[in-house]
């Protein structure tokens, strides 16, 4: 994943905004139960960041839950860090996103963890799937909307 300035064109209004590979919303990770996942991020915005998997149970691996300050020191500009973790007794759709100042607002993405070969789904097995990522958009910059919020 390289996070990076990506200028975009929402509501009449060219903003620069931190997006993951140059997308809004970023990849989705399709992977299955059981699974290791290894992610590298590469920081090339100019802020402190950490990618957070929302949902998933860190078991002995606490150290890639993401959390700026508590679980990690945050990736600085131009640094990397690498994520692996195990997917273990989870199967469903959760999602990713930074965790750090307000950049979830534009670097976030899916996470689908599909049963194992072996297993069968927990539900209904689906007929089709779609992805639909919801957010909010702002004509001001994430992290200037967060200082407004903050300073009221």
């Not at 994943?1 to 929402?10: C, D, E, H, S, Y």
Request: aromatic letters at 12%; charged letters at 15%.
């Amino acid at each position: 994943m390289q996070v990076k300035n990506l200028t975009v064109n929402r509501l009449c209004q060219i903003q620069v905004i931190m997006a993951v590979n140059g997308n809004l919303p970023g990849p989705t990770l399709r992977v299955k139960e059981g699974d290791t996942i290894v992610v590298h991020v590469f920081n090339k915005s100019p802020y402190n960041l950490t990618i957070h998997w929302h949902g998933i149970f860190q078991r002995l691996t606490q150290w890639a839950d993401g959390l700026q300050f508590v679980t990690q020191c945050p990736i600085r500009p131009r640094g990397n860090y690498t994520y692996t973790f195990n997917l273990t007794g989870q199967v469903g759709t959760f999602w990713w996103h930074a965790h750090s100042q307000w950049l979830r607002a534009t670097v976030h993405g899916a996470l689908i963890i599909r049963p194992r070969e072996s297993q069968k789904y927990p539900f209904v097995k689906p007929y089709r799937e779609d992805t639909i990522m919801l957010g909010e958009w702002w004509n001001a910059g994430p992290n200037d909307v967060e200082s407004v919020a903050l300073a009221t």
